[in-house]
């Protein structure tokens, strides 16, 4: 049976807090087919959390995600499967993320179809990759241009977002009972059948829930319900749940939260309309992912556009789970797991550093792909995530040849060859990673690890007369005392004792140039000489990935001279 729900308009002035979304939960639940099942919870792909972060669980071990997210139009069809999921494959990815709009699977109300979803599973098992889907529901980079026609075309029954002059954006409000109940429903169907096509296979390993919410425009939504909860006096609940966590919050909620306020203004000043609509987004999806988490609990998460730089909110959608305002979407949506970055600006390393907050592991859904190839480093060395994931994966071509194949490939190739050694090493402290780039303002950076320095500065190269240097990024993970692999390209690193453990001389005991073949390290060649500056350092190809084993050594300091 396909339950198709009626309209039921409801008056603006009634049941906007929690006690209504509860309400839409149970009664999306109660007309959804009685198998509902939950699969046992330890056979489910799971993240264990820690005080730094966390770890993805899958089959009870810890599992490194080197993902790759699809273009917008890639899974629309299930042929499409058919030639993009083996070329992934052959580029180190283990892991797709895969939009499935609601226009996909449900394009009739009440009718739902999984036959392009379906396929995309059964070709990524026959592959060997898992999947992430990506519910592009209510809202897709702010819009809501992925919803079904059935949806579109009624604005009486599901209302638009108001701009600041009375016009209806092409976006769905926060505020339109029907939309809640409908995306509600949508959801939790499409997270029991995932349970029952994939339940002890777990191919599908998490779930993103919405993506890139946010309104754009001046201000807010400016529709008479909006209005009515803007001009009326914060929820209790959200203002004590604040309250109760002010030593958690980021330094531009802090700068805005004034606790003796009533309404949104006197509460958040400049960032009243922000954090408004942050908290309806944030109740929204909670609603959505509790409602899919009952039909099965996988990880859900949702990510974040975020700001250009001098970028406004509205500019960028507002009401995004940014960073500067995470304490709201904590307060709201205990559904989801995590909170992530979709970084396609070159700060790379603050924005991720932003969302590496107690309790939220980092997972990069999306990111640049033109600068994926070292940033990956800085994500699984220096943030501890346990994935990363550069949009628009399929449009690279995997080769056999080194010096045809994507940088990307090359990367996702030697963390390939490392993962089993990251995972642990992660958990352990044992990892460190940076990101130099040719323009980068500090041409030196330096990490510590196991007792020594390791100071990093971009490799040169010599096309012609010019003198230039490549993007440059490593991991290094100390693999045993004194011992360490380091993984990258495009740096010189210098070795050096940390005067902060002990006052002992470091130096370079041996450098091995490393293959990776049936799960074995085997020594291509041992640098020395030239090739390691005379014992001083190890310079990394400035366009070719490769890893090394390196040993170090502490001496006590020479002495000279007395009284």
């Not at 201000?219 to 909006?226: E, I, M, N, T």
């Not at 940076?434 to 690890?449: E, G, I, K, M």
């Not at 100071?455 to 490593?474: V, Y």
Request: hydrophobic fraction near 40%; include cysteine.
């Amino acid at each position: 049976m396909n339950p198709k729900i009626t309209n039921n308009p409801r008056h603006p002035e009634r049941g906007e807090g929690p006690l209504y979304f509860a309400l839409v939960v149970a009664v999306v639940c109660s007309l959804l087919p009685a198998a509902l099942t939950p699969a046992r919870a330890a056979d489910i792909p799971h993240i264990a959390k820690t005080a730094d972060g966390g770890q993805f669980i899958l089959d009870g071990k810890p599992y490194l995600i080197l993902g790759g997210e699809l273009g917008n139009s890639s899974a629309g069809v299930a042929a499409q499967a058919d030639t993009i999921l083996p070329k992934l494959a052959k580029l180190h990815v283990n892991t797709v993320l895969m939009p499935v709009a609601w226009e996909q699977i449900e394009p009739t109300e009440g009718q739902f179809d999984f036959t392009i979803l379906d396929h995309w599973i059964d070709v990524a098992r026959a592959e060997h990759l898992h999947i992430v889907p990506l519910w592009f529901g209510s809202w897709k980079n702010a819009f809501s241009n992925y919803t079904p026609a059935w949806v579109k075309q009624d604005t009486t029954r599901f209302p638009r977002a108001i701009s600041a002059d009375g016009a209806e954006l092409e976006i769905l409000s926060t505020l339109g009972p029907e939309t809640l109940k409908s995306d509600t429903r949508a959801f939790t169907r499409l997270m029991q059948h995932i349970q029952d096509k994939d339940a002890g296979q777990n191919t599908v390993l998490m779930v993103q829930v919405e993506n890139e919410v946010g309104y754009l425009g001046r201000g807010r939504d400016r529709s008479a319900a909006a209005n009515k909860l803007f001009a009326a006096p914060v929820p209790t609940s959200l203002m004590t749940n604040l309250k109760e966590h002010r030593d958690t919050f980021s330094p531009e909620l802090a700068a805005h939260f004034n606790p003796r306020g009533a309404t949104w203004k006197e509460v958040f000043g400049d960032a009243a309309d922000e954090v408004f609509m942050a908290w309806n987004y944030a109740r929204f999806i909670q609603t959505v992912a509790a409602a899919g988490k009952q039909a099965y609990a996988l990880p859900m998460y949702v990510n974040c556009q975020l700001p250009a730089p001098s970028e406004r909110a509205g500019e960028y959608p507002s009401g995004a789970p940014h960073p500067y305002y995470l304490a709201v979407y904590r307060a709201l949506a205990p559904a989801l797991d995590l909170y992530s970055p979709d970084i396609y600006w070159p700060n790379f390393e603050y924005w991720v550093q932003r969302y590496k907050t107690p309790g939220n592991p980092i997972f990069v859904p999306e990111a640049r792909i033109e600068a994926g190839p070292v940033n990956a480093f800085y994500a699984y060395g220096e943030a501890k995530a346990f994935g990363f994931s550069p949009f628009g994966i399929d449009s690279l071509e995997p080769s056999t040849d080194p010096k045809t194949q994507p940088a990307m490939q090359q990367t996702f190739e030697a963390l390939d060859n490392l993962a089993d050694m990251i995972v642990p090493a992660q958990a352990a402290g044992k990892t460190r990673g940076l990101v130099l780039h040719a323009d980068s303002p500090r041409p030196t950076q330096t990490v510590a690890l196991g007792g020594y320095l390791f100071e990093a500065t971009l490799s040169r190269s010599w096309p012609a007369k010019t003198l230039i240097a490549d993007d440059g990024a490593m991991i290094v993970i100390e693999s045993a005392p004194n011992e360490f692999y380091i993984s990258g390209r495009g740096l010189t690193v210098s070795f050096f004792r940390d005067p902060d453990v002990d006052e002992k001389t470091g130096g370079i005991a041996s450098i091995e140039e490393l293959t990776h073949a049936d799960g074995k390290w085997t020594t291509q060649r041992r640098l020395n000489g030239d090739q390691t500056n005379q014992g001083r350092s190890l310079s990394l190809a400035p366009k070719d990935v490769h890893t090394y084993r390196v040993k170090l050594y502490a001496t006590d300091s020479a002495r000279h001279g007395g009284q």
